[in-house]
């Protein structure tokens, strides 16, 4: 049974250039969240789905980030531009709802 | 609002020694609970759960926590450490249904043979 699918596993970028992060959740999830962990900051929630709608999106940083879940088993998170302090690990999660968050193995991001 | 407090940031422990990892809590209302363990360049997967019932809940690995609301406190504890159990290992509040999460700082957890 796979898991959380997150690809690229790692991404180097240079500053201002348009970064797509993609997120395939477990089948059967309904809910998928995106978080990211810094060392300074720790592990914050971005944003979260229903039911592929956009529930709280409080955590997104800056109008630079978008997320969107166009269908049950797909999930992007863009960062356009992007920034040096943008740099971190990306986590995608999914649960049933109201359920156990499962966490895909992250995608180290790094701006240069 | 609410908040994790993980006051350690590194513990060491001897390989076969008791572990106990502090986790205070700040919530409005009925807290659920949890625990995770992020091994370096992987995920957070789940080693136990507190929604409601029995204040001391038992997780993988031998983990289990208790929760004490008197006290704001859901701390890990482990009998006897395995030198696979080094990682850094988060708690979490939210609400019913676990969904906006919450996680405090992390404690890295070294074990020493």
């Known amino acids: 049974d796979a898991g959380v699918i997150q690809s690229p596993r790692h991404e180097v970028t240079e500053m201002g250039q348009e970064v797509t992060l993609r997120c395939k959740p477990i089948?059967?999830?309904?809910?998928l969240f995106w978080y990211r962990q810094t060392m300074m900051r720790g592990l914050e929630l971005l944003i979260y789905f229903n039911n592929n709608v956009p529930i709280d999106d409080s955590g997104m940083p800056e109008d630079r980030f978008s997320a969107k879940m166009p269908n049950a088993s797909f999930s992007t998170l863009k960062i356009q531009p992007s920034e040096p302090r943008d740099s971190a690990v990306y986590f995608c999660a999914s649960s049933r709802l109201m359920g156990e968050q499962f966490f895909g193995p992250g995608t180290r991001l790094t701006v240069l | 609002a609410q908040s994790v407090t993980q006051p350690d940031i590194h513990i060491t422990v001897s390989e076969g020694a008791s572990l106990e990892l502090r986790c205070n809590y700040s919530y409005g209302a009925t807290p659920y609970l949890f625990w995770y363990v992020q091994s370096p360049g992987q995920g957070l997967q789940l080693l136990l759960k507190y929604f409601s019932g029995d204040t001391l809940v038992q997780g993988i690995k031998g983990f289990e926590a208790e929760f004490k609301r008197s006290q704001s406190s859901f701390n890990l504890r482990k009998p006897s450490v395995h030198w696979s159990d080094a990682a850094e290992y988060f708690c979490a509040v939210g609400p019913e249904g676990g969904n906006k999460l919450v996680f405090g700082a992390g404690t890295i957890l070294r074990v020493k043979s």
């Open positions: 089948s059967g999830h309904n809910s």
